[in-house]
């Protein structure tokens, strides 16, 4: 089974900072891969997912997020955050045929005004 | 909102209570899930179903009884529980196709005492 590890349990940083959110899975096969955010008090929403293609997608709220298949990463970025970006994120993988999605324990990111 | 929705949303019950977890989707999905939520610990997936059917049990105790009893209502039933059982318990569905976006609920907040 594929494992996702996120590598920052938890982000602090300013308005208008950038935010570079890492993602790795461990499978040798096709993979789709999603970033999900949970904001809180709220369930759990999809930002953007990769299934083949470009490998750089664009999400909502202007978050994109770089597939490098060579590196087994998906990391997520965004150039200027908000307040309101503050929330957790998750990245999560399956593989093409099957309906299990392997979530990352997340990470938290809180934006100080 | 997601088109999803659960009942209740905070359920604290004692290790011999009986109680079951509801959850609805307003999407004309085929798939349904549960998962677990623990904190700071990835999303743990449980059961999942197609069509009615179950296709995915997750190495989940007993104590956990999911039951479909069509595409649109998925139960978690709920007995003898642990105290380490105490998560936010999560509905999710999808149209069916292994690589379609999953839909979340709010999630059931349960304490077990």
């Known amino acids: 089974a594929q494992s996702v590890s996120q590598h920052n349990h938890h982000v602090i940083l300013s308005e208008a900072a950038s935010l570079e959110l890492g993602c790795n899975y461990s499978y040798g096969g096709t993979v789709n891969l999603f970033w999900y955010v949970q904001y809180p008090g709220q369930h759990l929403q999809l930002l953007l997912k990769?299934?083949?293609?470009?490998?750089l997608v664009k999400g909502i709220k202007g978050f994109e997020a770089e597939f490098i298949k060579s590196k087994f990463s998906f990391n997520l970025r965004k150039p200027s955050v908000q307040w309101s970006d503050t929330a957790e994120y998750f990245c999560a993988v399956n593989t093409i045929g099957d309906y299990k999605l392997s979530f990352g324990a997340g990470t938290t990111v809180t934006v100080r005004a | 909102e997601t088109g999803v929705t659960q009942t209740p949303r905070h359920l604290v019950m004692g290790m011999t209570n009986k109680k079951s977890l509801k959850c609805e989707q307003h999407?004309?999905?085929?798939?349904m899930y549960w998962y677990k939520q623990s904190a700071k610990k990835p999303l743990e997936l449980m059961f999942v179903?197609?069509?009615?059917?179950?296709?995915e049990n997750n190495s989940v105790p007993s104590r956990f009884s999911p039951e479909c009893p069509n595409s649109s209502h998925l139960f978690l039933h709920l007995h003898t529980l642990q105290p380490e059982d105490s998560a936010l318990y999560l509905c999710?569905?999808?149209?069916?196709?292994?690589?379609?976006?999953?839909?979340f609920g709010p999630g059931t907040r349960l304490t077990v005492l």
């Open positions: 999710a569905s999808s149209q069916g196709e292994r690589q379609d976006e999953q839909f």
């Open positions: 990769y299934f083949s293609g470009d490998p």
């Open positions: 179903y197609n069509f009615k059917e179950q296709t």
């Open positions: 999407l004309g999905h085929n798939a």
